[in-house]
């Protein structure tokens, strides 16, 4: 089995306060997507849950939330954030969990950081025997239009006790995308250089769609975001939001 996917653990803090908003900001889209459809008090799994902001944000609905991430740091923040809800570290190529939830979600193109189309065929899997009959999965993912229009150049945030610089680029022959984020934390009266790379697979929705089939999942739909689901994300061109379900009636 491959290593437990840690990446996020030294960049926590930071993606937590410049980062984690955005799954609160997509709740509207998943509502339309989902949770709308979805019994009172139903059972979601949050995979790849990051910070546990969408999870506290859902727990709040009355949704009954399981998050799982691989990083144990980010987790650590996400059981503050959501006390609500309840979290595993574990990783989405290799948990397994049977028949529990009545939806599954994993948001802000997690998923591209499975680096393999293999993998991620078996992250689907998994999803797919942890979702009772009938039950939804929702996903986001980068496509190469986001991924050649968004990948580039940096940004930063400057605080009192810390900075950040995040640098973005895109190998179109590899398909694959890097963020280089460079940090700075103030200790005392010095500052603590700290740097992490995240790496992106860019996968086309032939082999998305084909994955989800060979998983077992039905009725899929694919919305472009930017298009399709509203004014916040037409500042996210090239990614794309896929619904698919278990056979089965719920
Ligand atoms: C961009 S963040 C998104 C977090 C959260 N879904 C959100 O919307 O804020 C990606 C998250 O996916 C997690 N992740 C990536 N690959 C993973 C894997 N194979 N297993 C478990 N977690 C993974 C990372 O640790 C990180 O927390």
Known sequence: MTDRYSDYDAFAGVYNRHWGSFATRIVPV??????????????????????????????????????IDGSASMIAIAREN?????????????????DEFHAA???????????????????????????????????????????????????????????????S????????????????????????RSDVTLLQRCYTEDEILNALQSAGFVRVETYDGARDLGEDLSRYPGRNFFVCHKPGSP
């Open 30 to 67: 998943l509502e339309k997507l989902v949770l709308n459809a979805l019994p009172s008090g139903a059972r979601i799994l949050d995979l790849c849950c990051g910070t546990g902001q969408l999870a506290h944000a859902l727990s709040a609905e009355g949704f009954r939330l399981t998050g």
């Open 169 to 192: 680029s895109y190998v179109p022959e590899e398909r694959i995308g890097k963020v280089e984020v460079t940090m700075f934390f103030r200790r005392g009266d010095r500052w603590e």
């Open 82 to 98: 959501a006390p609500d809800a309840s979290f595993k570290v574990d990783d989405a190529r290799g948990f397994a969990v049977v």
């Open 105 to 167: 979600l994993s948001t802000f193109d997690s998923l591209n950081h499975v680096m393999s189309l293999e993998e991620l065929t078996s992250v689907f899997g998994n999803v797919h025997r942890a979702l009772l009959s009938g039950g939804v999965f929702v996903f986001d993912l980068n496509m190469e239009v986001g991924y050649r229009t968004r990948w580039r150049g940096s940004h930063s945030y400057v605080e009192d006790d810390h900075a950040c610089i995040a640098r």
